[in-house]
């Protein structure tokens, strides 16, 4: 799963199931509708790239992909944001 083209399958499956804004990263935040949405697009990317969901879960984790408020610890969006570019 290529960095590059992950990213791209990221934003894609995003605008596939509705999500108009925050392309290319996953927000974990404690709802029921985010969760939904998370679980979609990790069963689009693991059907994209014909491998499990787990593996999905850790590129996610392994690019920086994933900003969990509640892990944030009282960070800004913005703050979570620069976090997860740098």
């Given at each position: 799963m290529p960095r590059n083209t992950f990213h791209e399958e990221l934003v894609r499956a995003q605008k596939e199931i509705g999500i108009v804004k925050n392309f290319g990263i996953m927000f974990v935040i404690d709802k029921g509708y985010n969760d939904r949405d998370s679980s979609q697009i990790i069963s689009l990317l693991s059907a994209k790239f014909d491998v499990s969901r787990a593996s999905v879960k850790v590129r996610l984790n392994t690019l920086r992909l994933v900003a969990d408020e509640a892990a944030a610890h009282?960070?800004?969006?913005?703050?979570i944001l620069t976090q997860l570019k740098n």
């Open positions: 009282g960070k800004s969006l913005s703050q």
